[in-house]
């Protein structure tokens, strides 16, 4: 007998490879990103499914923004030419 057996289906932990396969499958390009956003905006019944696509889509939002503030910092500073420069080197 299990300890999950008198859990809710609501609340039941994931697996390892549970987490696994949803990270293979958040991986996908396009469908991964609409599977993604499903799941952290209603399409899952599982509290633990959803709170794991909600936390993948943050860390999303924050790669982002990362690399728009590191695209911004290069075109301010005008570090284009001088990359483009050393490549033609």
């Known amino acids: 007998m299990s300890n999950n057996d008198n859990i809710p289906e609501k609340f039941k932990p994931i697996s390892m490879w549970g987490y696994f396969g949803y990270e293979i499958l958040f991986s996908i390009p396009v469908i991964g990103f609409i599977v993604l956003l499903v799941f952290a905006f209603g399409g899952a019944t599982n509290v633990n499914l959803k709170n794991f696509a909600r ?5 999303l939002i924050l790669v982002v923004v990362f690399f728009a503030v590191i695209l911004a910092i290069v075109l301010a500073t005008g570090s284009v030419a001088y990359l483009t420069d050393v490549i033609n080197y």
Do not use: A, I, N, P
Not at 55 to 59: G, L, P
């Open 55 to 59: 936390s993948k889509f943050c860390y």
